[in-house]
């Protein structure tokens, strides 16, 4: 906040005839006054639009997303800054994701969001666009349809809720559920202090306050330079984020004027320094897929290769669970992500460009850690290596990840037995059988959990521990799936084995008593069955029916990627320019 007055140095170089608004409302003939007449239907006039750029809102709050209640207040805030520098703010709802709510899962719908964000912004008089997100896909659809649009936009996260609480212990979203949720199925806790813990583990509109996916990706966005330095860990609750949004408002008007776009923003240095801040966070799994599908957006040709790469090199230095102790908050109060990044600023390309119109360097000069057992220094990390490690093998050709530091060790070379299901209500019927043939050696697997499979990846790669064991006390075990599973979610699964089982992929030929090897340091995923027995499951393999016969789905299941690619739609991926609407 302090730095603002050094922001926004670029030379000016739009005039107000260059804006894409000038279009709509600053020409002379019949359709132009029909814009310029409906806007005085509501009350505007001249002075709201004459030679300013129109900003466009994109504001994903909705009734049935808590984790943007405050979006809608929070807009006016935006729009306050808008108007304090000239522009002329337009709020424009789009589709919520409300990851707690929506069924089967978000990540179906990532791809529409980003579809919307593109086309409001495109087929309307809008020359810049702050990004109002935070819960899970959000953030990802914002930014990609923001990528494939073009203009100048600005990303405003929702920011973590408060810590959560029960009985005075801090509670974290999702992996306090699992938790408990494995501990009551354990028989050691009771329905009452169940109860108590559903009503003190979400205390406050925001996200998810542990290092899942939205803390990861808002990080993630933050690191790219499309957010102002500082926003992404700020409590949704704080009096800091309604005053950051309001600079986010000023600063958006400048972007349109100097037309900073995500283009100049946006290089592989730009995307190697998010996926660093990624492997020091304790980033969740989830951010492969979106990055991956970001950068593309971009026409960067990233992928997973990269992050095994960079998650050699930098180690987790945030103690945010799943893979550490503390939450998001702690995490803010500890410095946040400037913090952060000033700690592992050797590891960074600091001359990369940033909506601000500095660099990463400017953007984190002077930044300190102000309780170093939260954000830790290289030479004393939570875990030695980086959050996800790619692993590859004949039963994930593609690829699949695993996110070691929250792994128990001993399963990071591992050879086991596989139970294997079918689809999730197969496996969910056969974990709590009272005779399953299980050990915690053996290896779960679930197969049709993919992007087409499930539909639409869903977050079931985090399988419950069989009931069997849980009253031996195991609480981890090898997983193995094609799905996904929430940042919120820990253990040793192996997630986004690609290609997916419902497509044919190797992962469907699994048999329960096969022998699967896991060896993390190798990056080795191996399935111990000849080449030949292999090749005879295959030819006897049937395709199952797809999953939808109209409507979106259907348009999902033709187009989707798979994991490795970032599961965008291959229509999307083109970086070739989509020409700006005719105004007749
Ligand atoms: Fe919205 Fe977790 S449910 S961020």
């Given at each position: ?10 030379a ?5 005839e ?20 409906r806007f ?50 337009l ?24 579809m ?8 309307q ?26 203009i ?25 559920v ?17 109860e ?28 790219l ?7 992404s ?25 100097e ?33 991956v599908a ?11 290769e ?14 945010v669970?799943?893979?550490g102790?503390?939450?998001?908050e ?38 300190k ?18 959050a ?26 591992h ?34 959990a ?12 985090m399988?419950p ?18 799905g ?13 084995v ?8 190797p ?69 070739a ?8």
């Amino acid at each position: 906040m302090r730095r603002r007055n050094r922001w926004c140095s670029m030379a000016i170089r739009k005039r107000p005839e260059d804006l894409r608004s000038h279009r709509w409302l600053g020409v002379d003939d019949m359709r132009s006054f029909g814009h310029r007449s409906r806007f005085r239907g509501v009350g505007y006039d001249a002075a709201d639009w004459t030679g300013k750029p129109v900003i466009g809102i994109i504001n994903t709050w909705s009734d049935i997303n808590p984790c943007h209640t405050h979006l809608r207040s929070r807009a006016e805030n935006v729009k306050r800054g808008v108007l304090q520098a000239g522009g002329f703010p337009l709020e424009l709802p789009a589709m919520s994701l409300a990851e707690t709510y929506m069924k089967p899962t978000t990540m179906l719908y990532r791809n529409l969001l980003a579809m919307e964000t593109e086309e409001l912004l495109r087929s309307q008089p809008i020359d810049g666009a702050v990004l109002m997100g935070g819960c899970d896909k959000t953030t990802p659809g914002l930014i990609m349809g923001a990528i494939s649009m073009g203009i100048p936009a600005i990303y405003v996260p929702a920011g973590p809720m408060l810590r959560g609480n029960w009985r005075g212990e801090y509670l974290g979203s999702g992996s306090d559920v699992w938790k408990y949720w494995t501990e009551k199925r354990a028989g050691n806790i009771t329905d009452d202090d169940w109860e108590e813990i559903e009503g003190g583990i979400a205390r406050s509109f925001g996200t998810c306050m542990v290092m899942g996916t939205a803390a990861t990706m808002m990080a993630i966005a933050e690191a790219l330079g499309l957010t102002l330095p500082g926003f992404s860990s700020i409590p949704a609750p704080d009096s800091n984020h309604p005053r950051m949004s309001t600079v986010a408002g000023r600063r958006i008007v400048d972007m349109v004027w100097e037309d900073l776009t995500p283009s100049k923003i946006l290089t592989p240095a730009a995307f190697d320094n998010a996926i660093k801040v990624h492997m020091a966070m304790g980033g969740s799994t989830n951010a492969i897929i979106h990055v991956v599908a970001m950068a593309r957006r971009a026409g960067i040709p990233l992928d997973m290769e990269k992050f095994d790469q960079l998650s050699r090199e930098i180690p987790v230095l945030a103690n945010v669970r799943p893979s550490g102790k503390y939450l998001m908050e702690d995490f803010f109060y500890a410095g946040g992500l400037r913090a952060l990044m000033q700690n592992m600023c050797d590891k960074l390309d600091l001359s990369c460009l940033t909506v601000t119109g500095k660099s990463v360097g400017e953007n984190i000069e002077g930044a300190k850690v102000h309780k170093a057992e939260v954000i830790r220094m290289l030479n004393d990390p939570v875990y030695g290596e980086g959050a996800t490690a790619v692993l590859r093998g004949n039963l994930a050709p593609n690829g699949c990840v695993i996110k070691p530091a929250a792994a128990d060790p001993r399963f990071l070379k591992h050879r086991g037995k596989a139970i294997a299901f079918d689809d999730y209500n197969h496996m969910m019927r056969e974990i709590e059988r009272d005779d399953l043939d299980v050990t915690p050696d053996h290896i779960l697997v679930l197969k049709n959990a993919g992007p087409q499979g499930g539909p639409g990846m869903p977050e079931w790669g985090m399988l419950p521990i069989p009931k069997r064991l849980l009253g031996q006390g195991v609480r981890d075990m090898i997983r193995i799936s094609d799905g996904r599973m929430s940042g919120t979610s820990y253990g040793a699964c192996i997630l986004h084995v690609a290609p997916e089982s419902f497509v044919g992929g190797p992962l469907a030929l699994v048999k329960t008593g096969d022998e699967i090897e896991i060896d993390v340091d190798k990056r080795l995923i191996h399935l111990h069955v000849s080449d030949q027995e292999l090749a005879r499951r295959k030819a006897a393999w049937k395709k199952p029916a797809p999953k939808y016969e109209r409507g979106y789905g259907a348009l999902f299941s033709d187009h989707i990627g798979q994991a490795d690619q970032g599961c965008d739609f291959d229509f999307l991926q083109s970086t070739a320019p989509t020409p700006e609407p005719e105004i007749h």
